[in-house]
């Protein structure tokens, strides 16, 4: 089983990706789970709770595993419940440990920080109503305030990143070439369409 990990503060491209992934697997018939954000992340948005987060991720992990698939994909896995719960990568090495025991490659999808405020303010005239409302009243109102916060946030982020012990690769989307930083995925996971079907 291949299993790819996708990293990445909002606006760096982790959806476009995923849906590419999942375009590729679908058009070359590999037998394929998809973890989306709104299952690893968006459902414990608010919870401060180190070991529920924990259990429920755990459990998300050895449910997608049971599966059987050939290639497992997640958006997002436990960066957001690190910070949310004031934990530490070393609390989620068992979820590691339980990963590295197969052919996993976590990416981290990178914007150059003089970027990241026009990718903010672009993203908010074509997200939905609710994110934008939800940053902006998490920030005051204050658009600064809300780049400064994912500035942070990519910058722990990547020490955290830093910290895994699965096979890693950070990729720069400067470019916001979707397709080629998918290509990229693709090649370095080493999925090819053949080795499933021999």
């Known amino acids: 089983?291949?299993?790819?990990?996708?990293?990445?503060?909002?606006?760096?491209?982790?959806?476009?990706?995923?849906?590419?992934?999942?375009?590729?697997?679908?058009?070359?018939?590999?037998?394929s789970v998809f973890i989306s954000e709104e299952e690893?992340?968006?459902p414990?948005?608010?919870?401060?709770?180190?070991?529920?987060n924990k259990n429920a991720l755990n459990n998300l992990v050895r449910n997608a595993l049971s599966k059987k698939s050939d290639l497992l994909v997640f958006d997002r896995l436990y960066f957001a419940h690190t910070f949310k719960t004031g934990g530490t990568t070393e609390d989620f090495r068992e979820i590691e440990e339980l990963l590295n025991g197969y052919d996993t490659t976590m990416?981290?999808?990178?914007?150059?920080e003089s970027s990241i405020e026009k990718r903010i303010t672009e993203s908010m005239q074509y997200r939905y109503k609710g994110w934008v409302d939800y940053v902006m009243n998490r920030a005051g109102g204050d658009i600064k305030k809300v780049v400064s916060f994912y500035t942070d946030r990519q910058r722990e982020s990547k020490n955290l990143f830093n910290k895994s012990i699965l096979k890693k690769y950070i990729l720069d989307t400067a470019s916001q070439n979707y397709v080629a930083i998918t290509r990229e995925i693709i090649d370095k996971s080493n999925i090819r369409p053949d080795q499933f079907f021999v």
């Open 1 to 31: 089983m291949h299993i790819i990990i996708i990293e990445g503060i909002t606006t760096s491209g982790k959806t476009s990706v995923f849906t590419n992934l999942k375009r590729y697997a679908d058009e070359h018939n590999i037998k």
């Open 40 to 42: 690893t992340t968006t």
């Open 44 to 52: 414990y948005i608010d919870s401060v709770s180190l070991e529920s």
């Open 107 to 112: 990416f981290f999808l990178e914007i150059p």
